[in-house]
């Protein structure tokens, strides 16, 4: 650690915490701490990369039809956004189309893609779909259609019969990052093609410059930190190049989002930013209608579309929390009806719950009652969508019902489902029991791991410098959580909120008064003597924005006895 420390020249906060994140080596370390494009893999390290690229080229010379078909939330929409953007800057016509999340449902559709070219097959790319949608795929095919898959999600024994498939989970693939987004495999393809095309002299027969595909990272971004795929190794480089760029980014419908959150042009942007404010408008169309407002919002060039889709997209939006807010108290009502609950898993099922809305009404209710979560809506078949706490893997548990489910898919933490109305009872019974023949879920908070112990010696500057070159933080790589090694005066303690649960408060810290909050943290309160106490807090540290200046602020994640 001194090693580290002393090799790359950083402060002991920082060094103590890549270690303990596995970062051992100063050139791994070196890496990490200031990632560059340069070592991003090269594409054609991605099976499948030559075929699609040879495909593609061959459509555009022949002026076939291009389909980009994309799923519906965030990472589907950027994923389809950079394909469109980088076909326009060819100035090849190409079309795309998404699923509607209620009319169709999740996965590619044939007919969707028919629909668009119905007198001439042509190229289909897929992204971030498709990987397990072996008959439509087969029907396609058959009709003439050119099928290239671009999807992150875990293939299938039997992949579709496409003429080329881009996953880097699939065998034989040598891509080193299995974990990208969706919008990472499609930003490879166009990579791919970009350089294949430079091979073939296209570039200088249209006397055309190659694009800089460094202007799409900002796309990459906001679909990576979104998907919330693990933010190491090419994830890192591209979620932090991508939100640099997004800071100054000149594309009109990120310029008009970003405007609507109230993100001044220039501010430095935080992964926050994107999962609170950019990726929530963004699902949103997907959500309450049809995401290809989203895609063409962050694909077009005309101010006038950017402009309305922006303000629709944000109504709905609005539309869309009020509708969860709503919901939310609908479900904890449900929770709260049922009596105190030893049951180690909550699964509700209203069939007037809006089916666009069921995982973030999960989500909520995992933060709330710390118990993994399956809401459901709908009547005849429902649809369901799971929530889990860290330590139970929520998928695993659904498919030990199988016998009772339609079908199901998903990883450890998130996963949907639909099964008949009439085995709703039997499900939430044999769920329940499963459950707890696997451990139960008895840990009723989250542990908390914290990163660095603060002493005496530590410098503030030091805790900001580390914040600053950890981040951006996401899955794979969290927020860090300091605590100091002796309790530290708190003062100005003031219980805030609507619900009156929230707390304000000033604490000594590093040699100088910092201003925190606490969410749900009012009781802390209760033990201040003459307005002060002397607690042991594990905190993580903010930037607090406020009139356009910033100001470190401490969240309080723990009182610690
Ligand atoms: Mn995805």
Sequence with gaps: MADLQ?????????????????????????????????????????????????????????????????????????????????????????????PDRFKNGYGLKAELVEGLSPQRPGVLITVDCGISDLAPVVRLVDQGWQVIITDHHQPPEQLPPAHAILNPWQAGCQFPSKDLAGVGVSFFLVMGLRNYLQQQGYWQEQAQTPPNLKKLLDLVAVGTISDMVPLRGTNRILAKAGLEVLVETDNPGLIKLLELCHFPRGQNLTT?????????????????????????????GDPVVVRQLAEVINRENMARRELTT?????????????????????????????????????????????????????????????????????????????????????????????????NFQPFVTMANEVLMRYGGSNEQHPRLNVDFVMTDKTEFADLETTCAQLAPFGQGNPEPIFTTDRPCRLRNMQVIGKEKNHLRFAAFLADRWLEGVGFGFASVAEQAVNGEALLTLAFSLKENRFNGQTKPQIMLHDVLI
């Design 6 to 98: 002393s090799t790359l020249n950083i402060p002991l906060p920082l060094a103590t915490i890549m270690v303990q994140r596995g970062l051992l080596l100063a050139d791994e370390g070196r890496e990490f701490l200031y990632p560059t494009l340069q070592a991003l893999p090269s594409p054609f390290l991605m099976k499948g990369m030559q075929e699609a690229v040879e495909i593609i080229q061959h459509a555009i010379k022949t002026k076939q039809p291009i389909v980009i078909y994309g799923d519906y939330d965030v990472d589907g929409v950027t994923a389809t956004a950079v394909l469109i953007k980088f076909f326009s800057y060819l100035g090849v016509p190409c079309c795309s189309c998404h």
């Design 272 to 300: 926050e930013d994107i999962s609170f404010q950019i990726g929530p408008r963004l699902n949103a169309a997907g959500r309450m209608g049809d995401a290809g407002r989203a895609s063409t919002l962050l694909s077009s």
């Design 326 to 422: 709503q919901l939310v108290a609908e479900a904890i009502a449900m929770v709260e009806a049922q009596g105190p609950c030893q049951q180690p898993c909550l699964i509700l099922h209203d069939r007037n719950w809006h089916l666009g809305l069921l995982g973030i009404i999960s989500s909520k209710l995992v933060d709330l009652f710390h118990k993994p979560t399956i809401i459901f809506g709908g009547m005849g078949v429902l649809k369901g969508s799971a929530r889990s706490i860290p330590g139970i893997n929520i998928h695993e548990i659904i498919s030990a019902c199988t016998e009772k489910i339609l079908e199901y898919g998903g990883h450890s933490c998130a996963a949907g489902l639909s099964l008949k109305e009439e």
